[in-house]
């Protein structure tokens, strides 16, 4: 069965709940389907995928078939990408520029969701009703299902739901615009679901959580971190049953800092502001994609195939849940890899890890001239394996120079940890032929971008 852009919540949520109840692969001819509904509406009611799909087979079946879009592509030609003739860049970007209107629908029927930009181009992302009920079905007859137990769920009733996101305020972005578009809906989710703004400073943070007591803490992985620590030093007296990462990639050494602060396991999820809900994380350790609703393709520098095992160039991303704005082979940027063998959790849909975005890869000149790529969440590793770091920085400013933020835990010298954050740097970058790399001690701490909240721990800025 597969649901159709009428079908209601209802129709679309027991859907997705027999899909992962079924067999590995019942989800094939549901995806196949909507693929074919939706590139048939793109060139029927987009003017742009109309010319872009001219010399395309029609009807087409199989998605290699297609050119790749990126998000300047998109961007560039918003007007003509849309299917409703309503909606205009211009009248997006009016409604955008008012933080008030978060969550509001536009036109009284989308929900807009924006990115930060920090790939260099800002990005403006419409969600038609049916989209939203899909995402929704996702969360609860999937993630929230499979994430409590019976017993769990009559001890959160006991207790009372509270969630609480940590999150950038004062933007329409993905995560801040989904919660207040359901506090608008369902009035009553006012006093049980609110937002605290990840750019604040942590005390007025920690004391706000504090009296929330929340029993659901979903945030940036970033975030969830410095909590951690605030609540393993006993400043953060909150005690929730459900902690869930929203909005960054993390390395494990960050996984397991949150886990030991908070007492709880750590659940994973992975959405972007193209496809609110892509995927949710298993206790195995893999995320298990929502494959009857997304497809996504890893692939190389030249957008060919990677096979199963191997970290991808980037992804292309196929939303066949949205009809206002679709996206088809959209250039996501992020480093995938796909599990070759079933998952040993048992859930049917495939399973991926997300290693980040490909383009935040760092490449240094080496002693003997050659270019040297640098995987940030290796580097990110050592440092924050480093006894004494609580947060930190690193940033390519140069060639074969790496600019450091540092902010030691409370209770430690900050020259000791500097020392120590560079002992294991020069022995780390040493062992990738990288000896001449010059590391810079910032005077300023680690910042949270202005725009997004989140705090990106490595990135090259030249």
């Avoid at 649901?3 to 209601?8: K, N, P, Q």
Wanted: charged share 20%; net charge neutral; with cysteine.
């Amino acid at each position: 069965m597969a649901t159709r852009a009428t079908d209601g919540p209802l129709s679309i949520a027991f859907d997705a709940w027999r899909v992962g109840k079924a067999s590995p692969g019942s989800w094939a001819p549901r995806r196949q389907a909507r693929l074919t509904q939706l590139i048939r509406h793109a060139r029927q009611s987009s003017p742009f995928y109309s010319k872009l799909y001219r010399s395309s087979p029609e009807p087409c079946i199989d998605l290699r078939y297609l050119p790749v879009v990126t998000k300047p592509d998109l961007m560039a030609a918003f007007d003509e990408s849309v299917t409703d003739r309503a909606v205009t860049r211009t009248g997006v970007e009016a409604f955008v520029s008012d933080a008030e209107r978060v969550g509001e629908p536009f036109l009284g029927r989308y929900l807009v969701c924006t990115s930060s930009g920090t790939t260099g181009v800002p990005g403006i992302f419409l969600h038609d009703p049916h989209a939203v009920a899909v995402y929704q079905a996702l969360v609860m007859t999937r993630s929230y299902v499979r994430w409590f137990t019976l017993s769990q769920t009559w001890a959160l009733a006991r207790r009372g739901v509270r969630g609480a996101m940590v999150l950038a305020a004062g933007g329409h972005f993905a995560g801040i615009g989904w919660l207040e578009r359901a506090r608008r809906l369902y009035p009553r989710l006012a006093g049980m679901f609110r937002s605290f703004s990840a750019l604040q400073p942590i005390d007025e943070l920690v004391s706000q959580l504090t009296d929330f007591q929340p029993t659901l803490l979903l945030g940036y992985p970033s975030a969830l971190a410095v909590l951690a620590d605030e609540r393993a030093a006993g400043r953060l007296a909150i005690e929730p049953m459900l902690v869930a990462s929203v909005g960054e990639s993390f390395t494990e050494a960050m996984r397991q800092r949150i886990e030991e602060g908070f007492q709880s396991r750590l659940r994973d999820s992975y959405g972007a502001s193209e496809f609110l809900y892509m995927a949710f994380g298993c206790d195995q350790g893999w995320l298990h994609l929502h494959a009857d609703w997304v497809v996504l393709e890893p692939v190389d520098k030249q957008y060919g195939p990677v096979p199963p095992g191997e970290p991808s160039h980037t992804v292309l991303l196929t939303n066949l849940a949205n009809r206002v704005q679709p996206i088809i082979r959209y250039d996501l940027g992020d480093s995938v890899t796909v599990k070759p063998e079933p998952c040993p959790c048992g859930y049917p849909l495939p399973a991926i890890k997300v290693q980040g975005r490909q383009a935040d890869v760092l490449s240094f000149r080496g002693a003997g001239g050659r270019s040297v790529p640098v995987l940030p969440l290796a580097l990110a590793t050592v440092i924050e394996e480093t006894v004494g770091v609580q947060r930190f920085q690193a940033i390519q400013t140069g060639p074969a120079e790496l600019r450091l933020r540092l902010l030691p835990e409370a209770d430690r010298d900050a020259e000791q940890v500097w020392e120590a954050v560079q002992g294991r740097l020069r022995a780390w970058l040493g062992s990738q032929g990288l000896e001449n790399v010059r590391l810079v001690r910032a005077g300023e701490p680690p910042q949270q971008d202005p725009v997004s909240g989140k705090l990106r721990q490595v990135w090259a800025d030249l």
